[in-house]
């Protein structure tokens, strides 16, 4: 069973920078996709990032791409994604998520088994 615990939200005005965390229990990093996701009120649960613990390759949602990057510390089971240049759009409670079994759409909920409690950005303009 992977446990993952987020950290990192807030609020912050338009233009401003957040780095979200989350870690994962040590057992099963290294077999996981992790990714994370957002989801506002009214709307549905998006991908934003994902990173494979093993070869490193990461992806963006093209709303994101040049602003968020993920990023992960193998040695302390963590994944990172750091928010610049926040919009008031991007405003949304983000969830960390993590598949042990392979992901053939990293952007599909569905995919992923396991999820953290969720931390709220808040961007304001």
């Known amino acids: 069973h992977v446990q993952l615990v987020e950290s990192g939200g807030g609020s912050v005005q338009a233009g401003g920078s957040l780095r979200l965390s989350c870690a994962a229990s040590?057992?099963?990093?290294?077999?996981?996709?992790m990714a994370w996701f957002r989801q506002a009120p009214g709307k549905e649960r998006e991908g934003v990032a994902r990173?494979?613990?093993?070869?490193?390759?990461?992806y963006y949602a093209d709303s994101v791409k040049g602003r968020f990057t993920i990023s992960q510390d193998s040695a302390k089971n963590t994944v990172y994604l750091q928010m610049n240049s926040l919009k008031p759009e991007d405003t949304a409670m983000y969830y960390c998520?993590?598949?042990?079994?392979?992901?053939?759409?990293?952007?599909?909920?569905?995919?992923?088994?396991?999820w953290g409690q969720g931390t709220q950005v808040t961007v304001s303009s």
């Open positions: 040590e057992s099963t990093y290294r077999s996981i996709c």
């Open positions: 998520a993590a598949s042990t079994s392979g992901v053939r759409d990293w952007t599909r909920p569905a995919e992923y088994e396991y």
């Open positions: 990173i494979a613990t093993g070869s490193g390759n990461t």
